[in-house]
């Protein structure tokens, strides 16, 4: 009597247990910027991808077309090199045998990945990386969830200070290639909204003193100061500005705002201050938006950057839909991705070729010490706000 | 650039602060690099470990950097201290040729320096950090003065006062000019050989952790900002002089002019390009450096 | 030397095993095989260090990506060595007169301010960042890197047995001595100079075609100038098949810990770095010629 009993428990315990791994999980691959150059903004985007995995897994698995099936990331450290980036695709296609991909972080190593998945006919959603590079090479497989691609950013700056009244203009940029790529566009665009550029000069990566550029800007006096800039100079320039006394009402710096220090070491200078950003936590269209941000603060112990993060957590929404109706056939997968739109949190994603049209080229500004879409008009949850005068 | 936008306080005032940064990381290389012949690449790292000590200390405990910035430098000369014992006192008794003994000790700081990094960024994560502290702005004559900045200015200018009396009058700072000017001469006369390297270490290190500390007021915290301190800190070194560490400062201050200034007769972008042009320059026709004309402190 | 055959053999036929992967491996393989030899030439044999050897593979990477297009690959590969070896010429002269720890700072900054350089040309021409369309087959790229990496091995292991390496070595072991000897020192020197930057630039063309993205500061990185140096003290600096043991075993650490534990792997590298400094000085070749001797007396 014993022996059956434990024999129908052990039976028990084992089609429990099997029933709950009999699905073998599905490998989501990627590589990222852990050591080198790019290394210290690619953390935000490793979060949101480990997050958005744990949200799945916690909540029975991937669902492959009615299955459930836990999802497994593999990833590897391209070292912020490009061409290791392309080796690491390859590994993650031929030897690691991923079911999925989502692409890199940043244009180059997108870029030099655009070749390996398009060879294995691989379709590939990446988050972080936008250049009008991208569209060039014309690749069937690579899907890029970035609303900041620098054309379309240029004209959303133009567009703003048309719409605002604003009649010169300022223009400060890194010397990196995104940036470059931005002024590019933007400069002509400026110059076709009416808008007189005053000043247009470049500055160099490791940069520790803007004085002599900030007095030249305070001379000119434009009404908007556009600061093309990466986190470093970002906060030089929000130190700097304020100590020559720069008080035009519009200022805006492209990277560095939406990150979770800026508000920390700059405090309440931190108002006014324009940069990228689509996203808000509390916005009611966008149901996915509150539960990410509070899931990201409680595991991660500081808020979400309002670009990278969101991105990266974006490309995985979409694989994550893309997989729900098409399961895990590339060629099912490709057409989904190209055809069909996405609910992310961010609202809709729908891609035209390589890009997302869906997602609107927004900017937001700082007000109250929170983050707040100014623009465009139909996703704003605040109006823009001329920048205070510097305060001592 | 107009004539009284060149001859402004305010742009002055940066031109000092800058220089005034410069001079803090690169103090302690000369002392280093002077007394041994030592390449310190770890130098930056240092810098890192003291920023990461004062923003912690802060963010945790309300404490100022200026008073973390003691605590960062003790600490990071006893890392000195204990890589001075543990590797280069070996080193450097041994009879290696001196070219030999310079190339492998780059190699030694270099090893140092990744496993320190990379450390870091295990322990910290990679992301940036920083905070407000003594952000409000001070007036005067028409210039506007962060407070933080100025107090780095004037931290700068103490310490670089103090290491200078310390060489100049100080018994234990005269030894270690006299090894810095003729290191054979020195030791026949007798100067504690070893008790001078430690000496060294300790204090070009510990300054290190100071100069990071105190800097972690200005910019941002993360395991990477390390190599561009120790950059700037050599190209210092090697503008000033070798072990010349009167010139070093001097050098530190006119990197922070030339910096500042040079935008205004070039565009910004040609900035870096001057900076590096004018480092290579000097390493080919004088390496000696350029404040080696003549007297040393 | 047969191993050294052998290896090259057996590389040869990676792509014959049709996974791709191991044939990006074996690339990555060939081209750090190639530069560290080259650098070997150089900075082994005279004992004059080059911490910016990055700067030639730049240089090659530069011409590559403009050159792409017009003209076909092996002619691309040709002119950027020609380029980068006319770069060494130029330079060489009055670089190779300065001596130990600021002949390393020089070569630093040289490959800095080269990278500055082209930042700002970039910049002015109102270029953001070139990309190659259309590059060649993985398997052609990987032909090519071999045949550099075999190249620059042959270079190495036949001028270190010849007078010539007979002659940068007496120059590292004491440069006046030679020179009184009558060595002409200056013009070995720049002849190891220009020699060792010829196959990085070809080098850096053909992994622009790799790349496909053109961008100064990924070009001109000086990580690339560390690892050179990491693997040749590692794998052992002063015989031909040094660098391929370096390469080849760091491959081999890199494959078990970057993938997932990239700090991790960066800590273990940066502390072999400091224990083969210290306690291997001739790295892993010296070992094994040492446990040969012993097991043969």
């Known amino acids: ?392 | 650039m107009k004539l009284e936008l060149l001859l402004s306080g305010q742009l002055f005032f940066s031109a000092l602060v800058t220089g005034a940064v410069y001079v803090l990381i690169g103090l302690g290389l000369n002392l280093v690099f002077g007394t041994m012949r030592l390449l310190n690449i770890a130098h930056g790292e240092m810098a890192m470990i003291g920023a990461y000590l004062a923003y912690w200390l802060f963010a945790l405990w309300g404490v100022s950097p200026l008073v973390s910035m003691l605590l960062a430098a003790a600490v990071t000369a006893a890392f000195g201290a204990a890589v001075y014992k543990g590797i280069f006192r070996g080193l450097l008794a041994s009879n290696m040729t001196l070219v030999r003994l310079e190339a492998n000790s780059l190699l030694v700081f270099l090893g140092i320096a990744i496993i320190l990094q990379n450390a870091a960024i295990l322990i910290f994560t990679g992301s940036p950090r920083a905070y407000q502290y003594m952000d409000t702005m001070l007036h005067v004559g028409g210039v506007a003065l962060t407070q933080n900045r100025l107090i780095v200015l004037l931290v700068a200018a103490v310490i670089g006062v103090l290491i200078t009396l310390f060489l100049r009058f100080n018994i234990y700072g005269l030894a270690i000019n006299a090894f810095i000017q003729n290191r054979q001469a020195a030791m026949m006369m007798g100067v504690n050989v070893d008790k001078i390297q430690l000496m060294a270490f300790c204090v070009g290190f510990g300054s290190a952790g100071l100069a990071g500390a105190l800097l972690s007021m200005l910019e941002q915290v993360s395991p990477y900002m390390g190599f561009s301190f120790t950059i700037i800190a050599f190209v210092m070194v090697i503008l000033g002089g070798l072990g010349n560490v009167f010139g070093g400062m001097v050098a530190g201050l006119l990197l922070g002019i030339l910096e500042t200034y040079g935008v205004a007769f070039t565009s910004p972008s040609f900035q870096l390009v001057l900076i590096y042009g004018v480092f290579v320059l000097v390493l080919v026709f004088r390496p000696e450096g350029l404040a080696s004309m003549g007297r040393r402190l | 030397m047969g191993l050294v055959a052998a290896l090259f053999a057996a590389m040869a036929f990676v792509p014959a095993l049709g996974n791709e992967y191991l044939r990006s491996v074996a690339l990555s393989l060939a081209m750090w095989i190639a530069l560290t030899e080259s650098w070997l030439l150089l900075s082994g044999l005279t004992g004059y260090l080059s911490l910016g050897h990055a700067v030639f593979y730049g240089i090659g990477a530069y011409v590559g990506v403009l050159l792409w297009g017009h003209v076909p690959l092996w002619l691309a590969v040709i002119i950027g060595g020609a380029v980068g070896g006319a770069s060494a010429l130029l330079v060489g002269f009055p670089v190779l007169r300065v001596r130990g720890p600021y002949f390393v700072m020089l070569t630093f900054g040289l490959a800095e301010l080269v990278k500055y350089l082209v930042t700002w040309i970039e910049a002015g021409l109102g270029q953001y960042g070139r990309i190659v369309v259309g590059p060649p087959s993985l398997n052609t790229l990987f032909y090519f890197m071999l045949a550099l990496a075999i190249a620059a091995t042959c270079l190495t292991h036949v001028v270190s047995r010849s007078r010539v390496g007979y002659a940068l070595r007496a120059i590292r072991e004491n440069e006046e001595a030679a020179e009184t000897a009558g060595v002409p020192v200056v013009y070995f020197k720049v002849f190891a100079f220009v020699a060792s930057a010829i196959i990085p630039s070809m080098a850096g063309v053909v992994m622009m075609m790799r790349t496909t993205f053109f961008e100064p500061a990924a070009a001109f990185d000086p990580v690339v100038s560390f690892t050179i140096i990491t693997m040749a003290m590692i794998g052992g600096r002063d015989n031909a098949s040094g660098p391929l043991v370096g390469a080849i075993f760091l491959a081999i650490v890199s494959e078990l810990l970057w993938a997932n534990w990239p700090q991790v792997y960066m800590i273990v590298l940066g502390a072999l770095l400091v224990s083969f400094v210290l306690f291997a000085r001739d790295g892993l070749v010296g070992l094994l010629l040492q446990k040969r001797k012993a097991s043969a007396t």
Request: glycine share 6%; net charge positive.
């Open chain 1, 1 to 392: 009597m014993r022996k059956l009993w434990l024999a129908a428990l052990s039976l028990a315990v084992v089609t429990a247990d099997a029933s709950s791994q009999s699905a073998a999980p599905v490998k989501v691959g990627f590589s990222i910027a852990r050591t080198g150059i790019f290394a210290a903004g690619t953390q935000t985007s490793l979060n949101s991808y480990e997050l958005w995995a744990e949200r799945v897994n916690a909540g029975g698995g991937l669902d492959v077309k009615g299955t459930k099936r836990p999802v497994q990331l593999v990833w590897h450290d391209d070292q912020s090199n490009a061409s290791k980036a392309a080796q690491i695709y390859e590994k993650l296609i031929t030897s690691d045998k991923v079911d999925l991909l989502i692409g890199p972080w940043g244009s180059p190593a997108s870029l030099a990945i655009a070749g390996v998945v398009e060879r294995h006919q691989f379709p590939t959603v990446v988050g972080a990386a936008s250049s009008v590079k991208l569209r060039e090479i014309k690749a069937g497989n690579i899907f890029f969830t970035s609303m900041v691609f620098p054309d379309k950013l240029a004209q959303t700056l133009a567009d703003i200070l048309k719409a605002n009244g604003y009649k010169s203009a300022a223009v400060l940029t890194v010397q990196v290639p995104y940036t470059l790529e931005i002024k590019s566009f933007l400069v002509p665009n400026l110059k076709k909204a009416g808008i007189d550029v005053k000043v247009d000069e470049g500055y160099p990566p490791m940069v520790r003193d803007m004085t002599a550029l900030l007095l030249r800007v305070k001379e000119a006096a434009p009404d908007a100061v556009i600061v093309l800039s990466f986190p470093a100079d970002t906060a030089i320039y929000m130190n700097q500005a304020r100590e020559t006394g720069i008080n035009a009402p519009f200022q805006f710096n492209l990277i560095g705002p939406t990150r979770e220090w800026f508000p920390k070491q700059f405090g309440a200078h931190a108002n006014g201050m324009v940069t990228i950003g689509s996203w808000h936590p509390n916005k009611a269209e966008w149901p996915k938006a509150k539960p990410f941000y509070d899931a990201y603060t409680k595991k991660f112990n500081e808020k979400p950057d309002y670009s990278d993060a969101i991105l990266g957590y974006m490309a995985c929404e979409v694989l994550e839909e893309a997989v729900r109706i098409a399961g895990l056939d590339k060629n099912a997968l490709r057409k989904t991705l190209a055809s069909a739109t996405f609910d992310t949190l961010t609202g809709p994603v729908k891609f035209q070729g390589v890009e997302n049209v869906a997602t609107p080229t927004g900017l937001s500004q700082y007000q109250n010490g929170q983050l707040e879409i100014v623009w465009p008009p139909n996703i704003a949850t605040a109006k823009l706000i001329r920048k205070g005068a510097a305060k001592p």
